[in-house]
């Protein structure tokens, strides 16, 4: 088949790090490393759209549109098949990266970056991404960076930034039952990617289940054991989203059963400033735990940590995810860092920033607990520092006018909905004139 007029190639270059695109005669002359039609995704993550098999066939993006159900994507399960990319994902990455890229200098036109958080219970992040990328269609260019803080869905962002695969594994969820649980797999097994909510997080448990003093950090334990025997040498740890209490315990006996951690290194992304020993104070009752099931908790702690070989009482973020973050830092000697700023720059978000003209972020609540270094607040700082005005699209906020302030928002608008997204979006474009 001859390659159409208006067909593109997309591909990445030798160095793996920019965006190129030929026309099919260019194509010819310079053959890609990998020949494949590509949509980029992030700044080193790519959409492999369609096979190319032989030189000069191309796929133009109408055809693209028409069979986006069925392509395959990075974030495969590899046990389950190709994963799926929906229809809208896939024209956005069309209509905004190729079609920018095509007139020109895609930095030259850029003016939105568009990096939301998930909004818990409703849309992921790259959905709440997508949606307000829909509305805002009208803006020269979009960069669709979809983030995460340390919480549930980090490990698809890190995925989608890093490249990488997903692998499951039977585990124990918090209550000791068998589940199948992913792991990301990034650089042929040298890093891993844990996310604690996918083995021991509240959301597998109905609420009639919450068992804040009986839940147990075993199957977090066990996924770190399976990415040691994936080959992994360094374990990136998202602590939240847990429905535990336990200070790391289950995971340190599920380490040490599967052999110790074998000299690889564990960084943990915490959401939070919790010292450890304030962890049920804090968390219990949302895990369920009424206030003389806290004081156990607190106690119980308060054993453990005289038990570990360093003291993580004190300490700042060693109260994620029930104590966990503190219990493989006292035992392992495990980095913790403020996940939303470690997130960031695994997307490469500065590097962004500076071309966009605008930012629009988001979660699903704005409350105290922003200001304490989730997704939101590290993106408002960077933007004050780069003086570029930046929009926050939420499912609701409880902060007061000072605590607004602190973010210092050029705008706040209140959407939860699909079409709330996507008008927000249109109107935030609109606005920008």
Not at 7 to 21: E, Q, S
Request: charged share 20%.
């Amino acid at each position: 088949m001859h390659a159409e007029a208006n067909a593109l190639y997309f591909y990445r270059t030798a160095r793996g790090d920019k965006f190129r695109i030929a026309r099919p005669h260019a194509a010819t002359r310079k053959e890609p490393p990998q020949l494949g039609v590509y949509v980029l995704v992030s700044p080193t993550a790519w959409l492999h759209v369609r096979p190319i098999e032989n030189r000069g066939q191309a796929c133009p993006a109408a055809a693209l549109r028409c069979t986006c159900e069925s392509l395959p994507w990075s974030g495969a399960r590899r046990s389950q098949g190709p994963g799926k990319v929906t229809p809208c994902e896939l024209s956005l990455y069309i209509d905004r990266y190729v079609s920018a890229d095509a007139r020109g200098d895609q930095a030259a036109s850029l003016s939105w970056l568009i990096a939301p958080d998930k909004f818990k219970g409703t849309h992921s992040a790259r959905e709440a991404a997508v949606a307000i990328a829909r509305g805002a269609g009208a803006a020269d260019a979009l960069d669709i960076c979809p983030v995460a803080d340390g919480g549930e869905g980090t490990m698809e962002i890190l995925l989608g930034a890093l490249g990488g695969v997903l692998i499951d594994r039977v585990v124990h969820d918090p209550l000791g039952r068998s589940i199948n649980a992913a792991l990301g797999i990034v650089n042929d097994g040298a890093l891993a990617i844990v996310e604690v909510a996918r083995a021991s997080g509240l959301g597998l448990l109905s609420p009639s289940e919450f068992d804040a003093e009986g839940a147990s950090t075993v199957g977090t334990g066990e996924l770190i054991a399976a990415a040691l025997n994936e080959g992994a040498r360094t374990v990136v740890i998202a602590a939240g989203g847990s429905a535990t209490t336990d200070g790391g315990s289950g995971a340190i006996q599920a380490i040490e059963a599967a052999g110790g951690l074998r000299s690889a290194k564990l960084i943990v992304l915490a959401d939070v400033s919790t010292p450890f020993e304030r962890a049920a104070e804090v968390f219990g009752p949302q895990k369920g735990a009424d206030p003389s099931a806290v004081r156990r908790l607190t106690l119980r702690l308060q054993r453990q940590a005289d038990a570990l070989p360093r003291d993580p009482r004190g300490v700042p973020m060693t109260g994620a995810a029930g104590g966990l973050s503190g219990g493989l830092w006292a035992r392992y000697d495990a980095t913790i860092v403020p996940g939303a700023r470690w997130v960031l720059d695994a997307v490469g978000f500065d590097e962004r920033l500076g071309r966009a003209r605008a930012v629009i972020t988001g979660e699903g609540r704005l409350d105290s607990t922003t200001l304490e270094g989730k997704a939101v607040f590290e993106i408002a700082a960077r933007c004050a520092r780069a003086g570029v005005p930046v929009h926050a699209v939420v499912g609701s906020s409880a902060l007061s006018a000072a605590e607004s302030a602190q973010l210092s928002l050029t705008s706040i608008r209140d959407a939860s909905s699909t079409p709330d997204l996507e008008a927000a979006g249109r109107a935030l474009a609109a606005q920008a004139g």
